[in-house]
T-cell receptor
């Protein structure tokens, strides 16, 4: 099946710094990628839809300036958490769908962000 | 708007016993339905999906689910569980009209297998 690679798997950063998370589709092209956030013992909440070559679409309540999304190519989307604070600590997961076979989204391994 | 309800947050089951994880959805349009499994600190792995056709869907690891349109349910079943099935299970729906990859998830069910 299709593979989505997310990097890093874990990151610890200081409060006030920025962190970039990468999501790559390794063996297919993805015009659309999705970014989710998962709180402890909670479900996945969609943060934004990342569209290749255009601006991301954010869900209500998600701060655009805090969670910067860039989708510069058909295989790469990045999420940058700017000026991170401890409350941003969470598990972030991306997914991508094959632009040709659009009946399934493939998920990355997730990134555990801890802001200290 | 779509929503998904997973009625049980935790389900303990003895090894080799059968299990059913419940999922109900709400949608005003036709939907695609999915079950995903998540192991600790990992992403999601697709167990099975219903797009159309036969309402009984078979997936990986011996799991199956049945789509019931009248009851708006998509319950996940396995006839005999194994220790390795201990994980979090998420039911999800998507709207085919808006791209089937944008998923709405349930709150998850933690399946714990008791030796």
């Amino acid at each position: 099946g299709a593979v989505v690679s997310q990097h890093p798997s874990r990151v610890i950063c200081k409060s006030g710094t920025s962190v970039k998370i990468e999501c790559r589709s390794l063996d297919f092209q993805a015009t659309t990628m999705f970014w989710y956030r998962q709180f402890p013992k909670k479900s996945l909440m969609l943060m934004a839809t990342s569209n290749e070559g255009s601006k991301a679409t954010y869900e209500q309540g998600v701060e655009k300036d805090k969670f910067l999304i860039n989708h510069a190519s058909l295989t790469l989307s990045t999420l940058t958490v700017t000026s991170a604070h401890p409350e941003d600590s969470s598990f972030y997961i991306c997914s991508a769908s094959d632009r040709v076979v659009r009946t399934e989204a493939f998920f990355g391994q997730g990134t555990r962000l801890t802001v200290v | 708007a779509q929503s998904v309800t997973q009625l049980d947050s935790q389900v303990p089951v003895f090894e080799e016993a059968p299990v059913e994880l419940r999922c109900n959805y709400s949608s005003s349009v036709s939907v695609y339905l999915f079950w995903y499994v998540q192991y600790p600190n990992q992403g999601l792995q697709l167990l099975l999906k219903y797009l159309s056709g036969s309402t009984l869907v078979k997936g990986i690891n011996g799991f199956e689910a049945e789509f019931n349109k009248s009851q708006t349910s998509f319950h996940l079943r396995k006839p005999s569980v194994h220790i390795s099935d201990t994980a979090e299970y998420f039911c999800a729906v998507s709207d085919p009209g808006f791209g089937n990859e944008k998923l709405t998830f349930g709150t998850g069910t933690r399946l714990t297998i008791i030796p």
